[in-house]
């Protein structure tokens, strides 16, 4: 037969099978994306001060004498404390300190500006073009954002940890239960609330997500972001509104605090974990039902 007459294959009218490395592929790029940007970097060195900011405080206050309050209610106060005694609590105190406004604030920042930050920059559309399809450069966009999460709680456990031991001593943990373990399971304990930290911001950083999905603005979404956290904060805190205090993203925050109970209390780190996995699910459905219905002309 000649090369003429040589049968054609026909024209596939399905779509393309998509290529699992594809999918790694955008996710690689937008994870390196996020953790490249000078925002990025500016908002890690503003979290990796405050624990040297709280550290010389302390040394300064107490003149580095190791007279400190014995172990208390589980709050950044009573971490405080117990600084001078051990360089190791400086982890749970600047987690204290960063939870309830820096780390979230930062993570509202990367989230908010996740989706309409592209958009606004006239990119959102060139990605989309690729053969990504919005689920999954959405799914991306989110994975990049909890990676910054966690990114960003190590970076203040780090700094807090390398300050402690440079500036006061290190030694056998007394627990909030009063026990005492040893230095190397304290640093498994600080990991491990690093890590329950991280995961309190999951269910935030998704209603960040949903907010970048409404506006084309990235300074709006971020904007907008922002003040959702400070008002649902101030919320948490008014006495009258205790009924629907359960419900806010941030009312078990503390609850890190029971990683440093001997045994560990694991109820409330259950129900902040249960409620950042409703919050995720409620407002990553509702990004993804705007997103892939959006239409997009930047």
């Not at 309050?69 to 609590?89: D, E, K, M, S």
């Not at 960040?208 to 979404?221: C, E, K, M």
């Not at 009924?243 to 078990?252: A, D, K």
Request: a positive charge.
């Amino acid at each position: 037969m000649s090369q003429a007459e040589a049968p054609v294959a026909p024209e596939s009218t399905g779509p393309r099978p998509r290529n699992p490395l594809w999918t790694l592929g955008i996710l690689r790029s937008e994870v390196t994306t996020t953790l490249r940007r000078h925002r990025t970097y500016a908002l890690l060195a503003v979290l990796a001060a405050v624990p040297v900011l709280i550290g010389i405080a302390v040394r300064i206050e107490t003149g580095g004498g190791g007279a400190g309050g014995g172990p208390g209610g589980g709050g950044g106060p009573a971490f405080l404390t117990q600084v001078t005694n051990n360089g190791l609590f400086l982890v749970f105190a600047a987690l204290a300190a960063t939870l309830p406004v820096f780390l979230p604030m930062a993570v509202g920042v990367v989230a908010g500006d996740a989706i309409a930050g592209e958009a606004s920059g006239g990119t959102l559309r060139y990605l989309l073009v690729a053969p990504a399809g919005r689920t999954r450069l959405l799914l991306a966009k989110y994975a990049s954002v909890l990676t910054f999460c966690l990114v960003a709680t190590f970076v203040v456990a780090a700094s807090a940890l390398a300050v402690g031991a440079l500036l006061f001593p290190v030694g056998e943990v007394t627990t909030i239960s009063g026990t005492r373990i040893s230095f190397g399971e304290g640093l498994v304990r600080a990991a491990l609330t690093a890590g329950v930290v991280a995961g309190s911001l999951v269910g935030f950083a998704a209603l960040g997500l949903f907010v970048s999905t409404l506006t084309n603005s990235g300074i709006g979404a971020m904007a907008a972001t922002v003040g959702l956290l400070i008002t649902v904060q101030i919320l948490d805190s008014i006495p009258q509104l205790s009924g629907v205090h359960p419900y806010l993203f941030p009312h078990h925050w503390m609850s890190f605090a029971d990683v440093l109970r001997e045994p560990v209390h694991w109820d409330g780190l259950v129900e902040n974990f249960r409620l950042q996995g409703l919050y995720a699910a409620v407002f990553g459905s509702a990004a993804w039902a705007r997103f892939t219905t959006k239409d997009i002309t930047t």
